[in-house]
């Protein structure tokens, strides 16, 4: 029997009107034996339904309903039923662009080891696929050491821990037992522990996933306190395991000083682009962490040492880009 290379996770929970979309953008590149676990994660509309009457007969998709406990629970679940060499964690209402597979599996085929597969990605408008706006833009390309893609990405601001972004070997998930667990804001520390654990990975020059922004999806509902609060959590989370994996003294202090400002920055602009204050705490963290770290710029030096200042900055730019 042909091992299969890949195995794609598709976490669904009320997302009825975009999964056959998401699904068959899948299924018309990446053949048998290669599968697609669906986790119907205790939906209440009739995304099940659908699924069942698209794809049950397809031995290449297996539907699997669980209570309903959040994509990183999902996640986990799919991962534990994969048998591919190979996990992509796919969001069930975006659509992933003609030639993924083929790509992924000749670079496998090329460079066997390769632990991780990068790609470039854009969001696009429910109703309006036209309106397109960057979001993961790689700037080195081709094989490359894993933490090398990591700090890049984070030096030009276009890291983005969505679990969407790389393919993953399903070893390395394994090896060091990798989970998502959380409900919200499972895949911080995922992320940046599998580009800490990785060694080498393989970036793409071609754009391969559309992320789809949408009214009262997860991303772009509106946010509790709560939400803040566990989102200031992650990153407690990730920037410890971020330390604990840095190996060479020299890369772990510019990884940490590249993942700190990005992390501030990011929850900053969430905060005031959900209408809410900056929370205390993460102006207390910028303090903290910020006062050891070297700004290396205008926009980093008022961050770091005048982050009230820099909010309200960032604040009046919105204001000005809304009118």
Same mark, same amino acid.
Request: glycine share 4%; charged share 25%.
């Given at each position: 029997m042909t091992q299969k290379i890949l195995s794609v996770i598709i976490p669904a929970y009320n997302v009825a009107n975009y999964i056959v979309?998401?699904?068959?953008?899948?299924?018309?590149?990446?053949?048998?034996p290669?599968?697609?676990?669906?986790?119907n994660d205790g939906s209440t509309d009739d995304t099940l339904a659908r699924i069942e009457k698209r794809y049950a007969a397809q031995e290449q998709v297996h539907i699997v309903t669980i209570p309903n406990g959040g994509l990183g629970q999902a996640r986990d679940y799919g991962i534990a039923l994969a048998q591919g060499q190979y996990i992509?964690?796919?969001?069930?209402?975006?659509?992933?662009?003609?030639?993924?597979?083929?790509?992924?599996?000749?670079?496998?085929?090329?460079?066997?080891?390769?632990?991780?597969?990068?790609f470039n990605s854009l969001m696009f408008e429910d109703g309006?696929?036209?309106?397109?706006?960057?979001?993961?833009?790689?700037?080195?390309?081709?094989?490359?050491?894993?933490?090398?893609?990591?700090?890049?990405?984070?030096?030009?601001?276009?890291?983005?821990?969505?679990?969407?972004?790389?393919? @993953?070997?399903?070893?390395?998930?394994?090896?060091?037992?990798?989970?998502?667990?959380? *409900? %919200?804001?499972?895949? !911080? =520390? #995922?992320?940046?522990?599998?580009f800490m654990r990785c060694r080498i990975a393989w970036v793409s020059k071609n754009l391969y996933y559309r992320q789809r922004i949408r009214s009262g999806s997860l991303t772009n509902g509106n946010k509790s306190?709560?939400?803040?609060?566990?989102r200031y959590d992650a990153f407690v989370c990730s920037y410890?395991? @971020?330390?604990?994996?840095?190996?060479?003294?020299?890369?772990?202090?510019?990884?940490? *000083? %590249?993942?700190?400002? !990005? =992390? #501030?920055?990011?929850?900053?602009?969430?905060?005031?682009?959900?209408?809410?204050?900056?929370?205390?705490?993460?102006?207390?963290?910028?303090?903290?962490?910020?006062?050891?770290?070297?700004?290396?710029?205008?926009?980093?030096w008022l961050l770091l040492r005048q982050p009230e200042l820099y909010s309200n900055l960032v604040k009046v730019k919105r204001s000005l880009r809304k009118a």
């Open positions: 979309e998401c699904v068959d953008s899948l299924l018309a590149q990446i053949p048998a290669n599968e697609l676990i669906i986790i992509f964690c796919c969001d069930p209402d975006d659509v992933v662009c003609e030639g993924f597979y083929q790509e992924l599996s000749q670079t496998i085929a090329t460079y066997p080891e390769v632990e991780l597969f990068c309006d696929p036209s309106r397109t706006y960057p979001k993961v833009q790689h700037h080195q390309f081709g094989l490359l050491r894993a933490q090398d893609i990591f700090r890049g990405l984070l030096h030009s601001g276009a890291y983005t821990s969505a679990t969407w972004n790389y393919v @993953l070997k399903k070893e390395i998930i394994d090896r060091f037992k990798l989970k998502y667990i959380t *409900r %919200l804001h499972e895949d !911080h =520390s #995922f992320t940046v522990e599998a306190e709560s939400f803040f609060r566990q410890g395991k @971020l330390i604990a994996l840095s190996e060479e003294m020299n890369e772990k202090a510019e990884l940490r *000083r %590249l993942y700190l400002i !990005h =992390s #501030f920055k990011l929850m900053i602009h969430l905060s005031l682009a959900s209408g809410q204050r900056v929370p205390d705490y993460v102006m207390h963290a910028i303090y903290y962490f910020g006062k050891s770290l070297k700004p290396e710029g205008a926009v980093n």
